[in-house]
């Protein structure tokens, strides 16, 4: 079954760092999302990505942060200058159209230190 | 209080025993979904129910829908121990363009 994957599972970086988040969404899905979760706690909307532009982003979703679908199967979260609270598990996921279930990959975990 | 709040935020059950876990949200919804976490992992679909559905079955999976008191209920019968994970009510809010608002969570766990 197609599934979503995102690299690395892990990523450890400095404050002030800028960080890439990687995604490959299910090849078919129109509809991307962002979201970020904090110490298994709730799991927290950032972004939505469809037809190549972002649909709705929510207030954690300041200028420090932006995604970019940069070809057809890529889809990339960036923080440009990462603080300690951007500490948390980030989760990509795709729908094929909307309202349909959403697909998660496994996560990257970002530590900030 | 937010869209999507799950209650009891924790639940621990015998095997074999049903688990009965409830979200309440606050806007009008196209549909509202359900979601598991294994930890660490990533969120696994598990059912949806539409707005104009009120009961939906899937396997040892029951869903309902009010939407006059807008609040859902998944039961899972027959819990097994692989069902401790947690869970997760999402709404995909009528009018909204195409996002899923996600409650805090029910940490369930079955003991064998």
């Known amino acids: 079954e197609p599934e979503v994957t995102q690299t690395p599972s892990h990523q450890v970086t400095q404050m002030g760092q800028e960080v890439i988040l990687r995604c490959v969404p299910i090849?078919?899905?129109?509809?991307f999302y962002w979201y970020r979760q904090i110490l298994g706690q709730k799991v927290e909307f950032l972004v939505s990505?469809?037809?190549?532009?972002?649909?709705?982003k929510s207030e954690i979703f300041d200028d420090q942060f932006s995604v970019e679908r940069p070809d057809g199967s890529n889809f990339t979260l960036k923080i440009r200058s990462t603080k300690l609270e951007d500490s948390a598990m980030y989760f990509c996921?795709?729908?094929?159209?909307?309202?349909?279930?959403?697909?998660f990959g496994n996560g990257t975990r970002l530590t900030v230190t | 209080s937010q869209q999507g709040e799950e209650d009891p935020q924790a639940l621990s059950i015998q095997e074999g025993e049903n688990a009965t876990m409830n979200c309440s949200y606050k806007?009008?919804?196209?549909?509202l979904q359900w979601y598991r976490q294994n930890s660490g992992r990533g969120l696994v679909h598990l059912i949806l129910?539409?707005?104009?559905?009120r009961e939906k079955h899937s396997g040892r999976l029951r869903v309902t829908l009010d939407t006059s008191k807008k609040s859902s209920s998944l039961l899972i019968t027959a819990s097994r121990a692989a069902d401790t994970a947690s869970y997760f009510c999402?709404?995909?809010?009528?009018?909204?363009?195409?996002?899923?608002?996600f409650g805090k969570g029910i940490t369930l766990s079955v003991r064998p």
């Open positions: 999402a709404t995909d809010e009528a009018g909204a363009n195409s996002k899923l608002t």
């Open positions: 806007t009008s919804i196209n549909n």
């Open positions: 996921a795709s729908r094929v159209d909307s309202p349909s279930p959403l697909h």
């Open positions: 129910i539409r707005s104009n559905e």
């Open positions: 990505f469809y037809n190549n532009e972002i649909s709705e």
């Open positions: 090849s078919n899905h129109l509809y």
